[in-house]
């Protein structure tokens, strides 16, 4: 079947300006993750759902980051007035349960550059 | 707070000669384990993982990675490696909250640079 997706591949923005990534997770799996891979650097875990529901939304690196999960498929993250150090790419993934004991499904990951 | 090591960012090596990625972590609890490689312009995928029971656990490809938990390590390892094994790989470990949930703790990562 399909794996997860992201779109866009690759967003451009002007700092300042607000971007929506969105990721589609594979088809009946509950749980959905967000990670951040700055160059150089290993994977920065920001958020996960389980169902519609965010059990711990520390991970986000401040207020100007959101996420949302509806109907227990897509979500959407969200920045905010970005500014030049949230380049980076964003790697969503999902798995069948959320208990963390279940093998994570990545996606190709949205190339963000800020200008 | 957990957090997981990888001691080595950058790993050459010969084709067919053996390899170990070393990976550790802080836990004071139990935790799940995970090695996850990302094959150049592809995402990540899993090699294998440990959740309890036997400490030497097979993976994918001829990976095997032993979970010592009074070393807190749980290093990678492969007896001879291929030209297709370049990529880099990535240790992982699960860190419950107090809210329920948990976050998934990943190292900064290894490439392995595997040389005809």
């Known amino acids: 079947g399909a794996g997860v997706s992201q779109s866009p591949s690759n967003k451009v923005t002007e700092k300042g300006k607000d971007v929506e990534l969105r990721c589609d997770p594979i088809s009946g799996h509950t749980a959905l993750y967000w990670y951040r891979q700055s160059l150089g650097q290993g994977l920065e875990f920001l958020i996960y759902?389980?169902?519609?529901?965010?059990?711990?939304k520390s991970g986000l690196p401040s207020d100007r980051f959101s996420a949302e999960r509806t109907g227990g498929s897509v979500s959407t993250l969200t920045i905010q007035r970005t500014q030049q150090e949230d380049s980076a790419v964003y790697l969503c993934a999902s798995s069948f349960g959320g208990t963390g004991a279940e093998t994570q499904y990545f996606g190709p990951g949205t190339r963000l550059l800020v200008l | 707070a957990q957090s997981v090591t990888q001691l080595d960012s950058q790993v050459p090596v010969f084709e067919e000669a053996p390899v170990e990625l070393r990976c550790n972590y802080s836990?004071?609890?139990?935790?799940?384990l995970f090695w996850y490689v990302q094959y150049p312009n592809q995402g990540l995928q899993l090699l294998l993982k440990y959740l309890s029971g036997s400490t030497l656990v097979k993976g994918i490809n001829g990976f095997e990675a032993e979970f010592n938990k009074s070393q807190t390590s749980f290093h990678l390892r492969k007896p001879s490696v291929h030209i297709s094994d370049t990529a880099e790989y990535f240790c992982?470990?699960?860190?419950?909250?107090?809210?329920?949930?948990?976050?998934?703790?990943f190292g900064a990562g290894t490439r392995l640079f595997v040389k005809a």
């Open positions: 759902f389980q169902g519609n529901s965010a059990p711990d």
């Open positions: 836990s004071s609890v139990s935790v799940y």
């Open positions: 992982a470990v699960i860190s419950f909250g107090n809210t329920g949930g948990f976050k998934t703790i």
